[in-house]
């Protein structure tokens, strides 16, 4: 199984600096999108915190061929639940200036011809195939929990007051849930991984006409630059991965 990649960063428009941490490790098929949170220096170094530990354990994990859809969901949730341990430990412990700080993360990790998403709190993951997108990480926010539970309309979220409330993050407790999707991939099928400064402001009905309409190599500049043109109001992130 083989795939191709695409991936950018951008500061946006509003943001002094970017504190949106991302990686792509083609040889262990390894692809993260964090968007760290906490003022001044801690979304940044939360991100960052994250991102890393999480590549440490992965690539760990995938030198040793390990085999077992279980062992790998289980591996995934260690190294959130390890990320989790080291930023609270970094803010509570070592640098108190950095006190309430986390990040969302989302990532992808390719092994043995399935697809293992990992995700804490509204970075998402989505599948592209027969020109149709679908998401497949849920929201750890305020409001998709008020629209999963019956309270809200999806098409009334636009309105809820502070619909960009997350209910989930990592490190800014020391504990953290997280969820684990596996599925089994084809040629042909796209996963686009995103920060909300992307899902926030182009919708999903967007995104799936530029991956329709648009050649893959020039897919991710073009969403960053529809995200800009919507207000540009956080940091961007995407990174579009292809089976082929």
Request: hydrophobic residues 35%.
């Amino acid at each position: 199984m083989g795939f191709e990649v695409w991936a950018q960063t951008d500061v946006g428009l509003k943001r002094e600096k970017n504190e949106d941490s991302i990686l792509v490790d083609k040889k262990c098929g390894l692809f993260i999108v964090a968007d760290g949170m906490g003022g001044h220096e801690g979304g940044e170094v939360a991100s960052s915190i994250a991102v890393r530990t999480a590549h440490e354990i992965i690539s760990k994990y995938a030198k040793q061929d390990s085999n077992g859809n279980g062992q790998t969901s289980e591996m995934i949730r260690t190294a959130f639940s390890e990320s989790t341990r080291r930023i609270f430990n970094k803010s509570h412990v070592e640098n108190p200036k950095l006190a309430g700080m986390g990040t969302t993360m989302v990532l992808g990790f390719l092994s043995k011809g399935s697809l293992f998403v990992g995700n804490v709190g509204d970075s998402r993951c989505y599948m592209f195939k027969n020109n149709k997108l679908w998401q497949i990480s849920e929201d750890h926010s305020l409001v998709q929990e008020q629209i999963r539970a019956g309270l809200i309309r999806e098409e009334d979220s636009e309105k809820v007051v502070g619909k960009n409330v997350i209910t989930r993050s990592v490190g800014f407790e020391d504990r953290v849930e997280t969820d684990v999707f596996v599925r089994k991939v084809d040629k042909g099928e796209m996963f686009l991984f995103c920060s909300d400064g992307l899902s926030g402001l182009v919708s999903d009905r967007e995104i799936g006409e530029v991956l329709a309409t648009t050649d893959n190599s020039k897919a991710v500049p073009r969403l960053i630059s529809m995200a800009k043109k919507a207000g540009g109001d956080d940091n961007v992130s995407v990174v579009l991965v292809k089976i082929i």
